[in-house]
């Protein structure tokens, strides 16, 4: 057998050559897992979590449209102000004797019942449910932008990791080669060797195809073209998040607080208003007039009328009953505004806790675990101690549990993005300390 030309000395040799040359992507990878892009290419520097969200402020369009449809109720509250305007008449005299007259008219139709002061009350409760959407467009876009922000940092980390897991797995494939050819090993273990490192290629080629995607989205998010190539840099795990929060502050702060549900409060002190303004709308309108009247003969007259208009036909019922069912409507909306929005805070809270669970448990057992082994497997496999199949199954398992452990920082970081938008400020006030607990 070709085993048997060589002696114990050269195979200790050559298994102490293969374990130096294995073990040396501890120093490799973890260099390459530290390294961050300090540019991209094109010069431009690497965009922080605070300069997305400004450029998402500054630059997204739905953002911008929310803003602008403040402007409809500020111009009908400044029309609200602006009179109606009077009508001008001419007649003609029909003379008694002989010739004709002519008679001109001006007239002006007067609100008396304070219409004009509800109409601009409900104006003014309009814009301010408009600013508080517009608001709560900013409180959404500011989560999506974080969440796709941590995934492409998250994504980042991924290709460094696969670029690290390919290198020490061509040190791998060599290992199996120079056995191979030493007679060390058969020419399966170098085969098995050679798909796994085909296999960590595929797998970075998805990660980046994911990072393409994230990053046309968040282009999309700041106002860039899809196209636009970005580096991210950050904090991977939001250290800030409270370990105990109250759930019942979080309610009571978000039911309070958060833009949607100022808006619809807002929204229902303006229909309030319309349907005060509809039941005022019965009261009929004081006109005045001036006329001026030139008689056949040339004798002239002025004179002034007084009158009002008959609610005989139209006393705006249907205005109010339409009223009545906006008022009953907004308040459906407030209740299930409400009830969506603790939904969304219990929802939040538990995704929460259980990515800070599946965090610890990757933190504190599985990634020691996984590095001891592909470690202790690369090794005896240099050595012969193992075979190929035990140890592409370690370094599998190692690149696995790095993934996994990355995919559970993105999972936390998401429900902690996600909490604060259903909450609608920063977790930090939110802290459960022990005196509160006792008392």
Do not use: C
């Amino acid at each position: 057998m070709r085993n048997n030309r060589f002696s114990r000395r050269a195979r200790s040799i050559l298994g102490g050559t293969l374990v130096l040359r294995l073990l040396v992507f501890a120093t490799s990878a973890q260099a390459a897992q530290e390294a961050t892009a300090a540019e991209v290419p094109g010069g431009a520097p690497p965009l922080t979590l605070e300069q997305a969200q400004t450029l998402a402020r500054r630059n997204n369009p739905s953002l911008r449209a929310a803003r602008t449809s403040i402007q409809i109720p500020r111009a009908q509250l400044t029309q609200a102000f602006r009179f109606s305007n009077p009508a001008l008449g001419f007649g003609v005299l029909p003379g008694i004797n002989s010739g004709t007259g002519l008679s001109v008219s001006l007239g002006k139709r007067f609100e008396v019942a304070g219409q004009r002061g509800l109409r601009a009350d409900a104006f003014r409760a309009q814009i301010g449910a408009a600013e508080w959407r517009a608001a709560d467009v900013e409180r959404l876009l500011r989560v999506d932008v974080a969440q796709k922000f941590y995934a492409i940092l998250v994504s980042q980390e991924l290709v460094q990791l696969m670029d690290s897991v390919a290198a020490v797995t061509g040190r791998l494939v060599e290992a199996a080669d120079l056995k191979y050819r030493a007679g060390l090993a058969p020419e399966l273990d170098r085969n098995i060797a050679r798909i796994q490192l085909l296999q960590v290629q595929v797998q970075r080629a998805e990660i980046l195809r994911e990072l393409n995607v994230r990053t046309a989205e968040l282009n999309a998010l700041t106002g860039k073209p899809d196209e636009a190539h970005l580096t991210v840099v950050g904090s991977l795990i939001e250290e800030s998040i409270p370990q105990e929060m109250s759930r019942d502050r979080l309610e009571a702060h978000a039911t309070r607080s958060r833009p949607d549900a100022q808006a619809v409060a807002l929204r229902g002190q303006a229909v309030s208003r319309k349907l005060d303004l509809a039941r005022r709308l019965r009261v009929p309108d004081l006109i005045l007039g001036l006329g001026l009247n030139r008689e056949a003969d040339g004798i002239k007259t002025v004179g002034l009328s007084a009158g009002f208009s008959l609610p005989l036909f139209d006393r705006n019922q249907i205005g109010r009953d339409l009223a009545k069912v906006d008022q009953g409507l907004t308040a459906a909306q407030a209740e299930a505004t409400e009830l969506a929005i603790r939904r969304e805070v219990r929802s939040a809270l538990s995704r929460l806790d259980a990515a800070r669970t599946q965090l610890s448990t990757f933190q504190n057992e599985i990634l020691a675990l996984a590095d001891a082994s592909q470690r202790f497997a690369a090794a005896a496999y240099a050595r012969g101690e193992l075979d190929i199949t035990t140890a592409v199954l370690a370094q599998r398992q190692f690149t696995d549990a790095q993934a996994g452990y990355l995919e559970a920082v993105l999972a936390f970081d998401e429900a902690a993005v996600e909490l604060e938008g259903a909450v609608g400020t920063s977790l930090t006030a939110f802290a459960t300390d022990d005196t509160e607990e006792e008392g």
